[in-house]
């Protein structure tokens, strides 16, 4: 593109928008007539030009040009303009829109009007609407017809875009042009001539690129540019759709396949690393978590052809290509080969591509360029596996507890630092804020269970030195051991949060043969607290006044205990009676690596104790202008906050209460799956936490977003599902039944290997009398569950005992 004759200074903006009054054309009102709309605000990013980053037109919040429930109408974005004070407002290229975008950039002089001989040339076909852009120093083109892949040439000044973008919308109709929206076959054309020319000429020698050494990874997006080579381009898509035919060859049985996702897993243990999240490979995408947040340019990204190359047999991407092609059974022709390809053209369209995207503090990913909020890619999850860590970061101040808990834990674990993030703000609110119809409360009961060294214990701790700090320590409670001294503790401070180090003691008292009456009751009183949102409770015992009624209570409850001492104390009833199914129970099947040098725990950031306190008075300093206990006061509660949804969180969250409901439903056959009850109950309770710690700052402002029902149904979902997963391997009705349940479950954590005798007596720990452990290792045996082996001593040897070993039956 030949060189204007005029200074260009990308960061002048010569007037603002006029968005709320667009021209009254056909152009205009095809793009008013799709709920496809966002805003937009200049914002520096420290790039030669600001960045016109996306927000969303019914919240206010960043926009994702991938998500449509961050989308609204034209008067939406035009409303939520004004009233934030954006800079504009513009519209996203979505799959079923037939549009495609064009950008001429720094091709119209802003004074006097005068285009590049490029700009001049597209304008003269007068094919399709243009208007001028923001700067007013480039054109906006809106064509019909979608491309098949993005093309972006920045020396050139050009960018076409059918999808996975937003075009801001001036209305500045540039005269000359038509007012309507219509094909442009000709000016795509003399784009794409321009963009060829310059690859022509700026292309380097494909000697010059060297050797591409063995294991190294290679920029190779999905979606290459237009302009590369299209035959890797073609591979890398069939490839994604024909998982099947590659993946195991590439990772054997190291690959997990879910049905329900269609996608492979691959765990970092099995790739040999030590690293905690693990390699996700899904028809959408392929995405490796365990490096994603470790500086990776590509944010994890990756292609079919980088994993041949970095785990496969090739190493380089024409020969990996070829690989895949004879994998899934295509000649490489059929897929644009051309003889004396090799290889050069998909590392210059990489290069041309590759998007620049950051990690923000919050977890957020942004695209450099464009500013917008890039979504994760899709997370699965299997009952029986840990929940992966990429899953669990959140915006706002519950996301930066846990990663405080992280950054100061021996044993990190992200599932519990979150737990323990969500119980401290969740305590802190209590009895002020609800939400929904009937109310919820911000009360939830937590159990994380995991293996000594699982990373359990200091998030239980954070928790006590978070109210500590924030001078809230008169909330937190231990185990109490009756009836009567819950309802002590309820009427003193009915707001309370009960941290409990090992709750599988307080489970042997319910259901221990020898239980008082005042033991029983305690878990009937935990039972009716869980519910009284905007209802009394009246404690009942000798110790308590016959008059207390406590409004309102809000108890918080988060335990913690080991897999062993909390299944083997369960029994149905617990269930069918409704304690269990109370409780989030989040266990972490895996230990968790440990961290040589963690921060200091007594360094707690200020602004963690400012959040804590604010949420406990924001609405006694509004009402009385000083700090005071109203949210303390057993029978003068404070006004009830009720945090509002918006139309699509409430939406989501009537599809959780509607999956709890079919879930109660097929329990009348399957009864275990009552644990799902009260499941819908709990994603509105999370969705509250989370919109809290968010809003801290000026709760006025809070409400529930669909992000947050996300969150909290997916989080939930997992942990009912891997819950009923291990009632069925370890709930029994009677202590026989439980002791089997135990020593086949210890025999079957011998992974095949067997367990000797003596390791299986030391392993139950004197929990089983010698000959009742015979008895149940006889029926188990009986029952094809176990495989009872003995080696004799070895020839010569006088006097030795057969060694005795036990093996799990697969199957069982």
């Known amino acids: 593109m030949a060189a204007l004759g005029f200074p260009f200074d990308p960061a002048a903006v010569a007037r603002p928008c006029t968005y709320s009054d667009l021209p009254d054309i056909p152009a205009i009102q095809r793009l008013k007539s799709r709920r496809q709309w966002v805003c937009w605000r200049y914002e520096d990013r420290g790039g030669p030009k600001p960045t016109k980053v996306p927000y969303q037109p019914s919240t206010g919040f960043k926009a994702s040009t991938a998500n449509p429930s961050n989308w609204g109408t034209y008067d939406q974005a035009v409303a939520r303009a004004e009233r934030n004070r954006f800079d504009g407002i513009g519209f996203v290229l ?107 000429e700026n292309a380097p020698k494909p000697d010059l690129l060297g050797p591409i050494a063995s294991g190294t990874m290679t920029s190779l997006p999905t979606a290459l540019a237009e302009g590369g080579t299209p035959f890797f381009r073609n591979v890398n898509g069939a490839a994604l759709e024909a998982l099947h035919a590659w993946v195991p060859a590439v990772f054997g049985a190291a690959a997990r396949f879910h049905p329900g996702t269609g996608a492979f897993r691959v765990s970092s243990k099995s790739l040999g690393r030590n690293l905690e999240e693990d390699l996700s490979i899904a028809p959408k995408g392929i995405r490796d978590w365990g490096v994603g947040d470790m500086g990776d340019p590509r944010q994890g990204a990756r292609t079919p052809i980088d994993l041949v190359i970095e785990y496969g047999f090739e190493r380089d991407p024409l020969a990996a290509a070829r690989w895949l092609c004879q994998q899934m059974g295509k000649d490489p022709e059929s897929f644009g080969w051309q003889v004396g390809d090799d290889g050069t053209g998909a590392e210059i369209a990489a290069a041309l591509l590759t998007r620049q995207v950051r990690r923000e503090p919050d977890g957020t990913v942004i695209d450099e360029e464009t500013g917008e909020v890039i979504p994760p890619a899709s997370v699965e999850v299997v009952p029986s596996q840990d929940y992966p860590d990429e899953a669990l970061r959140v915006p706002g101040l519950i996301g930066d507890i846990a990663d405080w808990i992280m950054a100061t834990s021996m044993y990190p674990c992200r599932l519990f630092a979150t737990a323990a993030a969500l119980t401290a703000v969740g305590g802190a609110v209590g009895r002020q804020v609800y939400t929904g119809v009937p109310r919820s409360s911000t009360s939830l009961y937590w159990l994380t269970i995991a293996p000594t060294g699982g990373g359990k214990d200091w998030p239980q701790e954070a928790v006590k030195v978070l109210y500590r700090e924030a001078g809230l320590g008169h909330l937190l409670k231990s185990a109490v051991s009756s009836a009567a001294k819950l309802g002590m503790t309820l009427s003193e401070q009915p707001t309370q949060v009960q941290v409990i180090d090992e709750v599988g003691k307080v489970l042997r008292k319910f259901v221990a043969r020898n239980s008082s009456s005042q033991e029983m009751s305690l878990l009937d009183d935990y039972c009716s607290v869980w519910g009284k949102n905007m209802g009394s409770f009246e404690p009942e015992g000798v110790t308590t006044r016959t008059d207390t009624v406590i409004h309102r209570p809000c108890l918080t409850f988060y335990g913690a205990t080991t897999p062993t001492n909390f299944f083997s104390q369960l029994r149905s009833a617990q269930v069918a009676g409704g304690f269990l199914n109370r409780f989030l129970v989040l266990q972490r099947h895996n230990r968790v690596a440990p961290i040589e040098d963690p921060l200091p725990a007594d360094a707690v950031p200020p602004v963690f104790a400012e959040a804590l306190q604010t949420l406990r008075t924001w609405q006694d300093r509004k009402q009385l202008q000083a700090f005071s206990s109203l949210a303390d006061d057993a029978e003068r509660p404070p006004p009830a906050f009720i945090v509002p949804a918006t139309p699509e969180a409430e939406a989501a969250l009537k599809e959780a209460q509607a999956k709890a409901r079919a879930m109660i439903v097929q329990s009348d056959t399957d009864p275990v799956l009552e644990v799902y009850a009260r499941a819908g109950e709990m994603v509105k309770r999370m969705a509250a936490i989370l919109a809290c710690g968010r809003h801290w700052r000026d709760m006025g402002r809070c409400r529930i977003e669909i992000q947050d029902v996300t969150f909290a149904s997916n989080l939930i979902d997992w942990s009912m599902a891997s819950f009923v997963d291990g009632l069925r391997n370890h709930m029994a009705e009677n202590e026989h039944q439980a002791n089997a349940k135990l020593v086949l479950d210890i025999i079957r954590k011998g992974r095949g290997q067997g367990i000797s005798r003596m390791d299986l007596y030391r392993r139950v720990d004197n929990r089983i009398q010698a000959r009742e452990l015979s008895g149940i290792i006889a029926n188990l045996a009986e029952a094809e569950s176990i495989e009872i082996r003995e080696e004799k001593p070895s020839a010569g040897t006088k006097g030795g005992r057969p060694r005795t070993t036990y093996v799990y039956v697969k199957g069982h």
């Open 94 to 200: 979505a799959d079923d829109d037939d549009l495609t975008g064009i950008d001429l950039d720094h091709c119209r002089d802003p004074n006097t009007g005068e285009l590049s001989p490029m700009a001049r040339q597209v304008v003269d076909l007068a094919e399709t609407y243009c208007e001028v852009t923001p700067s007013e120093c480039g054109l906006r083109i809106i064509a019909t017809g979608k491309i098949a892949a993005a093309l972006k040439r920045d020396p050139v000044g050009v960018e076409m875009y059918g999808r996975g973008r937003y075009l801001t919308i001036t209305g500045w109709h540039l005269p000359g042009t038509p007012d309507v929206v219509q094909a442009a076959e000709r000016t795509i054309t003399v784009l794409r001539e321009a963009v060829a020319r310059y690859d022509a």
